[in-house]
């Protein structure tokens, strides 16, 4: 087949090259969409961007409806993620009030709440139902969780005081115990 | 009646609407005609049915199926809310009917719901110039190459054309055996 | 111990699939040299001349045989693995992970059976299985003439088998083994060190969906249908590599492509089926990602079979056929993928795994050496012929392929969109059915149109005057059924249109066949039965496939009539009271809770159906709760005929409260027609399908004998 050459023989360059780079790049978003599904929550060690959180009226953090997250700096952040609809957010509920109410009066350290894919009447409800009272908000737009990447709640996210992810807690507590000894951790 | 209470303040919303944004009206528009027809059918189903549901302000299920059907859960992922069995979704649903009670229209909840959710909970993706243009482009693409590729198959012709004027004399019912005869006999 | 036993055969299976593979590469180095020779490295050249010289007619011979043999023995093999795993899960071997998994002690056993293909790693053990039997089934076959496809081909399906026999072997294995460690119960091949073997009590129990009769038949259906496309591209690879690059890859596999496509076909109604019946949306298709994933194959098969017939007839397309069962083949693999890797998120994933990039891997490297070794081949695959008119069947069957790539695009895009979306903007978004119905509406109907013409327009010529005298009386005989619907059904624009090309097509194709039986009537005078009968039988895939294209007509009217006459309605009934739909009178009549086999609460509502006065019948729609799997499933009542169905779903009752139980309450106009219609499919395939004893020899005795008879004439 080399011997003969035929004319016409061979696919035109340009169109080769249209091929192999529109395949590539059809293989790189494939790639690409496979391997962000793939990666699992933020990791710690990375250091959380900023985002802003709305919070629920009678939830506010120190009186603010609305804070940035780059606020918090210098404070030991503990982000949790929850839903009225979950069972198993209940069960870690009264653990992190508990653990709240323990940390509260130090000024060092803050809870916050992020109810994801909620509506806001079942969100009162839950939080009343638990007796909770530090700040809670909706996840918007699930901006902040898709930033976390959270993979379902309840996720709980503890940030140290230079902003740093330091923790990722899958799935309910075990005890408040667990979310002490993170903390402890943290203030250090 | 109260399917066209609700148009005119439809309508009158949509006018503002059209004001502030030309743009957006065309969109506003398809779908003042889609909750046009929606609301004829509730009207006549609200008539046909005895439901007893039917004649105070409180929506029926109908009213809020036929804005659920356009939602998706946003926890399990592609299932239409009108048909998602989940606790979740009931309260979701529960949503709509509350912001129906409260005189929301149609636009407005799913807006509210984009914007709580997230662009997930809607099944129109939001970018609908992206969504649409590339497959059209890749079709029209399609169309152009293949009728290019025909044209270019297209050119030695002159000698095979007489052939079938001769074959056209020949009386229509032997013609139509002779081809089907020649196709079978050709099948290899 | 059987567990074990299971992995070791599945070890053995996977290095026999390995050195079938290299075997038979191994065995044409003449190819292979070839091969090297276009790359551009002087290295390659040289190490091309050194294999030239190992080729010896014997030794090349005996490797053949070699790399048969082996890809025989993959069979038995993996037949033995699969009874091992059915023996684990029949026998409540819990120990086992995935038994645990897939079954429980309350399931009956044809459940336990069919558990084999209800979770990842049994699935994977299922396709391999399949794949091994048919890769058998292609070897055993007479090779004489087809000598140097041979190894080309077992190369081909044993590298694909390998694939699958190594994910399943290395990491979906169904024989680990649960053993209680220190940290905790861990699945294992071989007990860790200080552990004990750990056996639960009972299994979780299969998935509430996967019991029905109908998800038991439709995943091995759909395997099926995806499997045997592996052969015509096993095939298409051989042809490119050997270089014998005429239509024979295509005679060889042409009853093979027909099969694929009847098991893809029903694999996918028998999977609407099973949504219409289990998953209590009102419909059988929602347009979710994995429902496209394995359209997406369905697509480009149906335009592979269309168009090989123009090489077939007229020696064109050669490239496009070829491009054609790659993409064919690769979609079949991503369309596995994105079940199973998680890529997507669908009501049908399987639980995220680590196989994603491996398939991933395996994808881009088939596409890629595919793709390249069609450019390689690219000048030899010159078409022999030239297009003369648009309105040849040729020129038909190619806007067909058209059209069929469009919608391919569009649904690609489709199930892409969210990832780009993701990836661009960082918000996922949801594709919903809206999108695919008006994109893909416009095209169905133009292929509708297509079907309708293009069995009248001849090869080579066709002008529109030919076509006209074909057409005029079908055509106005389909305005006239129309004109009857706008008068007595609906003023529907869409469902006219849609109705409108459903006669046409019906009709033109009915008055073909007519007109045929009536030629061989006069010339032959046979009576009207047996002229119908030979003319079927003489074309069988013609005339075959003109009864499927009556079945999609019939299936067309079912989708029309589901897509734009549903009607629902939803509300809370107490006992006695009635609901009416559509000339339909529902009424509650009772409701009751209570326990059914295989641990099942079911709570079971009775309505009454009434038209006027006439009592139709009980439905009875209800809720199974599955307490080991804690999932519950909504099972409709209902009453189904020609005209339309009637489908309740329960959607809620709570004993405690009195005000009674809600219902949703569905009409679905003339869906049964996507049945009935699909039932047709399987008479017109078989007929076009059914296998010859030789298909070539009857062919050519058939060809003399059809002129003897002109001659006689």
Known sequence: MTETNPPRRAVPLWIQIVVWVFLAGLLVLVALGLSRRQQGTVQPGEVIDDFALTFYSGYELSGKTEIKFSDLRGKVVVLNFWASWCKPCEQEAADLQQAWTEYAPTGEVVFLGVDYVDTEADARVYLKKFGITYANGADLATKISQYFRIKGVPETYFVDREGVLRYVQIGPFSGVDQIREQIDLLLK | MIGDLRLEIEERKNELKTERKILMATQKNTNYKLLFTILLALVLSISMYSFASAQGPAPTDDEVNAIAKKLFCPVCENTPLDVCPTEACRQWREQIRQMLIEGKTEDEIIQYFIDTYGARASGDPPNKIASYLIPVTAIFLGTALLLRALQMWKKPKAAESAIPAGEAKQVHQDEYFNKLEDELKKRK | ?????????????????????????????????????????????????????????????????????????????????????????????????????????????????????????????????????????????????????????IFVSCVTLAFFVGMTAFFENPFRVFYQTETGVEAHFFPPANSIPFTPEDGRGLNPLLRHPGMIIHPPLLYLGFVSYVIPFAFAIAALITGRTDDRWIRLTRRWSLWAWLFLTFGLVLGGRWAYDVLGWGGYWGWDPVEIAAFMPWLTGTAFLHSVMIQEKRGMLKHWNMLLIILTYDLVIFGTFLTRSGVLSSVHAFAQSAIGPLFFVYIAMTLIVSVALVIYRWGELKSETEMNSLLSRESLFL?????????????????????????????????????????????????????????????????????????????????????????????????????????????????????????????????????????????????????????????????????????????????????????????????????????????????????????????????????????????????????????????????????????????????NWLWMGSLLFLIGIIIAAWPDKDPERVAVRAGKRARQASAAD
Not at chain 3, 101 to 129: D, H, I, N
Not at chain 3, 416 to 433: A, D, M, R
Not at chain 3, 551 to 577: D, P
């Open chain 3, 1 to 153: 111990m059987i567990a074990n036993l299971g992995l070791g055969i599945l070890l053995i299976t996977f290095i026999v699939t390995v050195y079938s593979a290299v075997t038979a590469a191994a065995s044409n180095p003449k190819g292979l040299a070839r091969l090297l020779r276009s790359l551009p490295s002087l290295r390659a050249k040289r190490f091309a001349d050194e294999l030239e010289k190992l080729e010896t007619p014997q030794r090349a011979a005996s490797m053949a045989e070699s790399a048969r043999r082996a890809m025989l023995l993959t069979f038995p093999l993996l037949t033995l693995t699969s009874l091992l795993l059915i023996y684990l899960l029949v026998n409540d071997h819990y120990e086992v992970k995935f038994v645990y998994e897939v079954t429980s002690r309350s399931m009956p056993t044809y459940l336990k059976v069919t558990a084999w293909w209800g979770g990842q790693a049994g699935s994977l053990l299922f396709w391999s299985w399949l794949m091994s039997a048919f890769a058998s089934l292609v070897t055993l076959r007479k090779w004489d003439r087809d000598r140097e496809f041979l190894p080309w081909v």
């Open chain 3, 399 to 671: 806007f067909n392929n058209l059209l069929f790539m469009s919608i391919l695009v569009v649904c690609f895009w489709g199930v892409i969109y969210p990832l780009t979306s993701e990836l661009f903007t960082g918000s996922k978004v949801t594709v919903g059915p809206a999108f695919y119905e008006r994109a893909n509406g416009p095209l169905f109907a133009g292929l509708m149109f297509l079907m309708g013409i293009a069995p009248l327009s001849a090869w080579g010529h066709s002008t529109l005057k030919t076509l006209g005298r074909a057409m005029w009386l079908p055509t106005i005989a389909a305005v006239l059924v129309t004109v009857a619907i706008f008068a007595t059904y609906t003023h529907n624009v869409y469902a006219l249109i849609g109705f409108f090309l459903v006669a046409f097509v019906i009709l033109i194709t009915l008055y073909e066949y007519w007109r045929g039986s009536r030629a061989r009537m006069k010339i032959h005078s046979e009576n009207i039965l047996t002229a119908f009968w030979n003319l079927t039988a003489r074309d069988r895939r013609r005339y075959g496939g003109y009864i499927v294209h009556i079945s999609m007509m019939l299936m067309a009217i079912g989708i029309l009539g589901i897509e734009l006459f549903q009607m629902e309605t939803q509300g809370t009934l107490e006992v006695g009271q009635q609901q009416s739909i559509g000339g339909y009178d529902v009424v509650y009549k009772d409701i009751a809770r209570f326990t059914g086999p295989d641990g099942r609460e079911v709570t079971r509502a009775t309505l009454s159906i009434y038209r006027g006065n006439e009592y139709l019948g009980d439905l009875h729609p209800r809720i199974d709760y599955y307490w080991d799997s804690q999932q519950s499933m909504t099972i409709p009542g209902q009453r189904a005929t020609m005209k339309d169905d009637l489908y309740i779903l329960l959607v809620n009752w709570e004993p405690a409260s009195a005000t009674g139980a809600t219902f949703k309450i569905y009409v679905n106009p003339l869906v």
